[in-house]
């Protein structure tokens, strides 16, 4: 188990850094970054879907080191499209990744810390009960330029446990929603799902409930994207495919475990490859009927992971070359490759190692390519300039935060970071005990250049520290209501 996982992360360290080293077209400035060149008409206006998979490593695709099962389909709309490999989550965790993709905006101003649990862990860690809905959002800004909108898949904005108040999807800018058991309205729910997560969503109502196996829930929510699309052929569509097939509990059917073959070393590697070879397939599937019914070529498509691989000792997930996982701001919490796919303006086969990216970035760029009004206050920018093929030179510092008590020498690493320019610092929420590392020069985070950079260290602690004042963060109220790894279906 061990050789394999060092193979692959070998594999994808081959792939990042070569990227990293070569083939950089000339860089585009700030003002190209955020500027299009005319404004989108209705009938040029695309498509889009957002595929958001759940605790999918960096190194997880074939494309990036993957040698145990292939993700062809995944891995094609990577040739046909453009792959930033500088690409960063809002967060490393899904409720607070979630909230920073569609809003636009750095997870922790809207209260969003950690995950969504239970109303007394989300008080002790200072986390949102849900998104508040009067937040501008991306669905809502589409939906006003005269997009049909729909979200498909796993939610964790709120519902769920014994959060039975929270708005529905809908009141978001949705038309219409299918989730599951971190989500309220329509939704369907695995029937051999371990714990209570399924029972306590089913007594909460709030929706229509539908009954199924876990490894049928993916092909559902295919079935409802295709199904909206159809119905929505004749206008520009925006839909939300968040998939959660990565997360754990791996629980295949025989089929989708017979699909791999002989692959993986351990039973519970053998489960993890075959969801994830699934949700491939499943990929494959959406994108031939679209293909099929003439709406492909029109439809923009970004894919990405929402945090890093699931964490615990000989897990499988890879994070490929990077150190950390899920829950950690260390590159592997938070890297990922972001696949664009849009024929005759996203220029295919092109590998972008230049464009600093992060999942904020997604609002002010979808909304400038479908007509919408952008956000009024981002924290991001748009990648329009570097998705035509202009890198982007700079980008404004990234910032993280996960909310847990700091622990001395707890491999997640500090739980508050930035990232400016090549160099990325990690800190307690005070700025003490911080680190610095070359990102460019040094992904894998192996050298903290702390004591040799003393002018970039005290610079950016500073940054750090008053980003954490204007956010208002404060550390959990109990020291120990983070537990020490996520749990199976969080």
Known sequence: ?????????????????????????????????SATATKPTVETRPNILF???????????????????????????????????????????????????????????????????????????GQANWLDPSVQTLPRALKGAGYATGHFGKWHLGGGRDVGDAPLPTAYGFDESYTQFEGLGPRGLPNDLPGSLAKQSADLGKGPIDWLERAQVTSRYVDKTLAFAARNKGRPWFAQMWLDDVHTPWLPDSEQETAIGNA????????????????????????????????????????????????????????????GRKGSLYEGGIRQPLIVRWPGRVPAGVRDATTVGQGVDLYPTLAAIGGATPPAAPDGISLVSAWRGKPIAEHPALYGYIARPARAGDAAGPPVSIRSDRWKLLANLDGSAAELYDVVGDPRESHDVLSAQPVVAKGLTEKLVTWVKAMRLQPPIDPNAQRAQPGPVE
Request: glycine share 10%; aromatic share 6%; charged share 20%.
């Open 264 to 323: 993986g070393d351990t039973a519970r590697e053998k489960k993890f490859l075959s969801v994830l070879a699934a949700m491939d397939r499943q990929v494959g599937r959406l994108i031939d009927t679209l293909r099929a019914t003439g709406q492909l070529d029109n439809t923009l498509i970004v894919f990405t992971s929402d945090n890093g691989p699931t964490v615990g000792a000989n897990t499988p997930g890879s994070a490929g070359p990077y150190r």
């Open 51 to 125: 595929i958001l998979a759940d605790d999918m490593g960096y190194g997880d695709l074939s494309l990036t080191g993957n040698t145990q099962v292939s993700t062809p389909n995944i891995d094609r709309l990577a040739r046909e499209g453009l792959v930033m490999t500088q690409f960063y989550d809002p967060a490393p965790i899904c409720s607070a990744s979630r909230a920073g993709f569609i809003t636009g905006q750095f997870p922790a101003r809207n209260r969003f810390v950690t995950y969504i649990d239970t109303r007394k862990r989300n008080g002790m860690m």
């Open 1 to 33: 188990m061990r050789k394999m996982i060092v193979a692959r992360s070998v594999i994808a360290a081959v792939f990042s850094l070569a990227v990293l080293a070569g083939n950089r077209p000339a860089a585009a400035n700030m003002g190209a970054a």
